[in-house]
């Protein structure tokens, strides 16, 4: 079974069996899909990190599959109804929902109105109108039926029929044509539902809506879902109903006489009350996970684009948390991270405030302002404005989201990090150290509090955990972890580490000072060589007393390393001579005198693994995210009364959503630039085009300063 799980994994995913069996074997030797994408490249063929990701996901839901094939097996066995055919079925059955259908009449179920009647003991009568080959009247077949239970002739068909629609609507092949054909013509209505209050109008589109099932988008399901479970909506799936009872009593029912009434009526019967309310809640669910899935990408690619900001290294910043009743609490925080001081300031006391911040900026040396972008942001932004613009000294400012500052403030990490100052006082430290570094403080947040989609709260809350999960793993890893400055929550998602693990990390750390290799690690109580393989290679120590633990090689390949650096280095391998070295070797190659083949091969590794030690070594030490756009820092303040069409303004993206992006371009209310406006050609999904934090040249189209509504384009056309 396993070699037919392979052979349908390399069809599905376009890849070749072996490679699929050695991604497995990694997989089911426990280790972590980081460290497979990066250090068993050979293994792999160089599968990235969403390769192997939809490999797992798929195994994972193929190895179910087999395993509930072969209880459905076992139960159909031990109740005496595997036939050649049903096995023969339920071998060739491709998914799980086509399982359950052959298993259906079998299972256990509650007492139907069929099970009634088959301990009434019609189902031979039932049989017989299944069969339809009957020369008595009515009368005469019901006959051998009636007694105490059954009194009269109606009862006895009643209770025939009912036998008869149930088995007719758990026909696996019957369920599956239906459920195909409903799929494919089937249209979403919904209506308003009678009395229901909807005061802010937020269901209004949906009031008289339809739209058919293979069009209708993602966030357009969830948000019927949404307004259908807080009592608004009345949603449903309408069919073609006439045409299927149709086709379904041409097939039950070849007699034309009262036999094949008997069978129609069952047939309509079966489908109306049992087959049609089945097929809508297969096909909603069907709808819902897709939109679900949907989602979570969604979300997934904005929290990856969230975390991934270049980080502003060196400078000393000031976070405001702003707030009208309860004020702006302010944090200032050096080059380091470290907090300094605190205050709070009035948005109506104005010089106050002003006077308050400048002379924290004067005494701390503040280069740049952070202000979170929740209520009164805009009036806090105008305020430091105005400040900018007195400051004998360069100052300048950005606004950067805010959520999740307030979960981490009455967090178990931020106590630990702040004993003795407020949760008040402690979301503005979070404002200003995302900044700084957001990955190293986004970490600290649980995934979902970052609001990095429209729908977080419509899809299964373990499923977007656990795929968020993946994101922040995935991100932390690709950058790399100063293995002496990271918090424990940072090294929580370090491959092959774990909370416990990462706590006695910063344990042993606070006790015995930095490490000063990546060996020491193994000193640490739970962390094993298992874990070490996996972890060493994303945890870099740049005052290493070996150069190489502060580059992505592995430890596994230092002895390639070191032999490398005395072929085209020299006596010594300061941190400096590593890019030296990379660059010597790719001079060799390039100038013939050798290939990478075949230095792999003198080094004993292969040839993916060669090409990434020479690219670690060329740029030791190295930040991915370096190389992306920086963030926009402004000095000014823009109004809403300032923009008019046509104007070009830059602007930071903030959210991408299946229907466009919303972008930062200064002032109060973000815009947005509809997918429609984000190219000079279609546009399927927005993010092909931008992700959050990008940096895009926007065109305002209108301004509604009423609804606060902009609208933006990318266009240049």
Known sequence: MTALIFARLARELELRE???ERTVALLDEGNTIPFITRYRKEATEGLD?????????????LRNLEARRAEVRAALEEGDHLTPQLDAALAAAETLQAIEDIYLPFRPKRRTRAQVARELGLQPLADTLLAQQVAESREQLAAPFLGENVPDVEAAFAGARDIVAETVAETASVRQAVREATRRTGMVRAIHKEGATDEKGTYQQYYDFSQPLTALPPHRILALNRGEREGVLKVEVESNQDAFISTLQRRFAKDQGWIGDEVRSAVADGYKRLLAPAIERD?????TERAEQHALTVFAANLRGLLIQPPLRGKVIMGIDPGYRTGCKVAVVDATGKYLEGSVIYL??????????????????VQIVAIGNGAASRETEALVSEIIKAAPFPLQYTIISEAGASVYSTSTVAREEFPALDATERGNISIARRLQDPLAELVKIDPKALGVGLYQHDVDQKQLAAHLGDVVESVVNFVGVDLNTASSSLLTYVAGLNVRVARAIVTYRDEHGPFRTRKELLKIKGLGPKAFEQAAGFLRIPDSLDPLDCTAIHPESYAAARALIEMFGNDTAGSVALPAVAARARESIDAGQTTLAELAAQLGVGEPTLADILEYMARPGRDPRDALPPLMLREDVLKLEDLQPGMWLKGT???????????????????????????????????????????????????????GRIGLSMRKG
């Open 18 to 20: 072996p490679q699929v």
């Open 348 to 365: 109506h006391q104005p010089e106050r405030a002003k006077a308050d911040v400048m002379r924290l900026c004067q005494r701390w040396g």
């Open 283 to 287: 096909l909603r669910n069907e709808l």
């Open 49 to 61: 990190e969403e390769q192997i990701r939809t490999l797992a996901e798929r195994l994972g839901y």
């Open 653 to 707: 993206v903030r959210n991408v959503v299946d229907f466009g992006a919303f972008v930062d371009i200064g002032v109060k209310q973000d815009g947005l630039v509809h997918v429609s406006e984000m190219a000079d050609r279609y546009v399927k999904n927005p993010l092909d085009i931008v992700q959050v934090g990008d940096n895009v040249d926007v065109q305002v189209l209108s301004v509604d300063a009423d609804r």
